[in-house]
């Protein structure tokens, strides 16, 4: 159960950094609706309208992205870790040009379901596929220490509170308000 609540933490980050970087690249938000409308009609329309013919499984695939771009990290893990497909339908990325409403809801749509699969693997393993494990790890132990946590300092503590609890729980066995003492002549 931890596992699947770790993994599916790990899809939702990565539909987190989509969104960012969709917004942080000139987002339509920001402009005027004229402009906005005026820019991509057609693009919108092609989203809704055209299936992809097949799905791309590594961002060299995509024709106008570089490893140049500031995005492509974030790209690569997407579309290699995640199996999301954040492209539009004629292959390309246009990681410069304005996100409309109907791609950014395309893209979190594959996004969630994709999560859905995760979750919903045959065997009850998920197919995410985390190769940074004891990376992920090694941080949240360092991240504990510099907070001044320490698990070893916690259990040492649970371990004492616990035995001075099973000490009141013997005594208090020994003496209760139905005990009987034997006299003895």
Do not use: C
């Amino acid at each position: 159960m931890v596992k699947k609540n770790r993994n599916l933490l790990l899809v939702v980050a990565a539909l987190m950094l989509m969104v960012a970087v969709l917004l942080l690249s000139n987002n339509q938000a920001y402009t005027s609706e004229i402009i906005s409308d005026k820019l991509h009609t057609s693009t919108v329309r092609d989203i809704s309208l055209n299936q992809k013919t097949s799905q791309i499984i590594s961002v060299t695939e995509i024709p106008d992205v570089s490893p140049d771009d500031y995005f492509y990290e974030a790209l690569r893990k997407i579309i290699e870790n995640y199996k999301v497909d954040v492209t539009l339908p004629d292959g390309n990325f246009r990681g410069n040009q304005f996100a409309t409403r109907g791609q950014f809801i395309q893209w979190l749509r594959d996004g969630l379901d994709r999560s859905l699969e995760v979750i919903a693997s045959v065997d009850g393993e998920p197919i995410l596929l985390v190769d940074n494990l004891e990376e992920i790890t090694a941080a949240m132990v360092e991240d504990n220490l510099a907070l001044g946590l320490s698990f070893e300092e916690e259990l040492s503590q649970i371990k004492v509170r616990l035995e001075e609890l099973e000490s009141k729980a013997i005594s208090n066995k020994r003496l209760t308000a139905n005990s009987k003492f034997k006299i003895q002549n």
